[in-house]
């Protein structure tokens, strides 16, 4: 599968639930591409901007889309990557702020 | 002479990506190490060097001399770079 193909696949999941891929095409589509080799890699999509274990139940909470993009698309407008963002973040009504890690430490199987 | 600067970055990461191209944009030199690209006990090293600076192990985690920045903050990294 490529990139593309996986952005209209997840595109038509995740808009109705209200996450919208960054309108910076060629972002996402190095994010998606990132998740393509994560899987290829490990055999799950982790998180192309967290270091995955290798270990699946113990990266169950950055399997994408991480368990953190509620709360982060809730209070900064995008997920931790920038991959997923709010509409208005789209429009430019969200001040664009570097999301921080929202995973406590001890969830790292490292 | 200019401090040491040192990038341990994933090479999927876009925030790392941003980072790399801000530094080279500035001229600036730097050693840049992708621990996703490492495996084993080179891997396990280096997942323990980066948590002496950054406990949380996320990356982009920047050195520059002494101070540390985590994450794609430019202003950030522009002042500890002195620029």
């Known amino acids: 599968m490529t ?18 891929f960054n309108q910076d095409r060629a972002r996402t589509l190095d994010l998606l591409e990132g998740l393509l080799i994560n899987k290829k890699r490990y055999g799950y ?18 399997i ?6 509620e709360p982060d698309v809730a209070e900064y407008g995008s997920c931790y990557c920038n991959l997923y963002v709010s509409q208005e973040w789209n429009q430019g ?18 | 002479m200019s401090e040491p600067v040192k990038l341990y970055a994933l090479s999927t990461c876009s925030h790392c990506k941003n980072t790399k191209k801000l530094l080279d944009e500035l001229g600036v030199k730097y050693d840049v190490v ?10 396990d090293r280096l997942v323990s060097e980066v948590k002496k600076y950054n406990p949380n192990c ?6 520059v001399g002494d101070k540390v ?12 770079l002195g620029l």
């Open chain 1, 64 to 69: 994408c889309p991480c368990t953190y993009r």
């Open chain 1, 45 to 62: 999509m982790c998180c192309p901007c967290r270091l995955a274990s290798g270990d699946r139940a113990k990266d169950a909470d950055i």
């Open chain 2, 34 to 43: 992708e621990v996703d690209l490492c495996q084993g006990d080179e891997r």
């Open chain 2, 69 to 80: 920045i985590v994450g794609y903050r430019e202003q950030d990294i522009k002042e500890a």
């Open chain 2, 58 to 63: 996320s990356f982009p985690t920047l050195l």
């Open chain 1, 93 to 110: 009504q969200t001040p664009v702020v570097y999301v921080p890690e929202r995973r406590p430490p001890e969830k790292m199987a490292f």
């Open chain 1, 3 to 20: 990139a593309a193909e996986l952005y209209q696949m997840l595109r038509k999941v995740q808009e109705p639930k209200g996450y919208f």
